[in-house]
T-cell receptor, first 114, second 115 residues
Framework: AQSVTQLDSHVSVSEGTPVLLRCNYSSSYSPSLFWYVQHPNKGLQLLLK??????LVKGINGFEAEFKKSETSFHLTKPSAHMSDAAEYFC????????????FGAGTRLFVKA | GAVVSQHPSWVICKSGTSVKIECRSLDFQATTMFWYRQFPKQSLMLMAT?????????EQGVEKDKFLINHASLTLSTLTVTSAHPEDSSFYIC???????????FGSGTRLTVV
C-alpha cells in the first residue's frame, strides 16, 4: 500500500524568499515520486520526478526536491519565489509493484506576496 | 514528447444527458490510462484504470455504469458520464501511461458543468 502526506495545506511566502513545500510518503515498494503544479482551472504540469536515480532532483522553473529514504520525505524547494509560482502543488507517489497506481497528496496552496 | 490531449476542455450539459470526454496520447502508445476527478479546492481522486483491450478497473465507490470507460486503442481512452446530474459537475483529468514513463503525462482536464 502507498500513501502520501503533504504536511501543509497552504504556505505563504514573500516574493524573493525561499519556498519549502513538505511531502512525506509511505510505500511497500520502491516508489517513484513526483511534484506537479496546477494553476486555477488548468491541468497538471510536471515539475520534477524521482525514479531511483540521483536523490537530488532538479525540475523546471528553478524547483528542486530531495529524496530522503531514511526520512521518507520528498520536500520541494525553490531558492527565490516569484509571483507566478502561486498555484496548487501536488506530491505524488507511484510504484510499479502496485500496478502503477498513482496516489496524490491533498495538495498545498502556495501564496506569494509582493 | 509524451503529449496527452484531452477534449473538450469544458462542457455544459443538461441534466439527464450523457457526455463523452476523450483522452488521446499524441506521440506515444498508452497501454494504461487513468481517469481522475477533482472537486473544487481538493486533490485528485482516482476513478478508474483502463488497460487497452480490456475492461477498466474502477476504484471503490465509483459507479461503473455511470462512468463508462472505453480504451479501444493504444492512443485513445474515453470517459462517458451517463445520465449526468448536477452532482457530477467536476474537473475530470486523464493520464496516459506506458511502463517506460510510469503514467506521469496528464491531459489538460475537462470542466464539466451539469445544469
Amino acid at each position: 500500500a502507498q500513501s502520501v502526506t503533504q504536511l501543509d495545506s497552504h504556505v505563504s511566502v514573500s516574493e524573493g524568499t525561499p519556498v519549502l513545500l513538505r511531502c512525506n510518503y509511505s510505500s511497500s515498494y520502491s516508489p517513484s515520486l513526483f511534484w506537479y503544479v496546477q494553476h486555477p482551472n488548468k491541468g497538471l504540469q510536471l515539475l520534477l520526478k524521482y525514479t531511483s536515480a540521483a536523490t537530488l532532483v532538479k525540475g523546471i522553473n528553478g524547483f528542486e526536491a530531495e529524496f530522503k529514504k531514511s526520512e521518507t520525505s520528498f520536500h520541494l524547494t525553490k531558492p527565490s519565489a516569484h509571483m507566478s509560482d502561486a498555484a496548487e502543488y501536488f506530491c505524488v507517489v507511484r510504484a510499479q509493484g502496485d500496478g502503477f497506481k498513482t496516489i496524490f497528496g491533498a495538495g498545498t496552496r502556495l501564496f506569494v506576496k509582493a | 514528447g509524451a503529449v496527452v490531449s484531452q477534449h473538450p476542455s469544458w462542457v455544459i450539459c443538461k441534466s439527464g444527458t450523457s457526455v463523452k470526454i476523450e483522452c488521446r496520447s499524441l506521440d506515444f502508445q498508452a497501454t494504461t490510462m487513468f481517469w481522475y476527478r477533482q472537486f473544487p479546492k481538493q486533490s485528485l481522486m482516482l476513478m478508474a484504470t483502463s488497460n487497452e483491450g480490456s475492461k477498466a478497473t474502477y476504484e471503490q465507490g465509483v459507479e461503473k455504469d455511470k462512468f463508462l470507460i472505453n480504451h479501444a486503442s493504444l492512443t485513445l481512452s474515453t470517459l462517458t458520464v451517463t445520465s449526468a446530474h448536477p452532482e457530477d459537475s467536476s474537473f475530470y483529468i486523464c493520464s496516459a501511461s506506458t511502463p517506460a514513463n510510469y503514467g506521469y503525462t496528464f491531459g489538460s482536464g475537462t470542466r464539466l458543468t451539469v445544469v
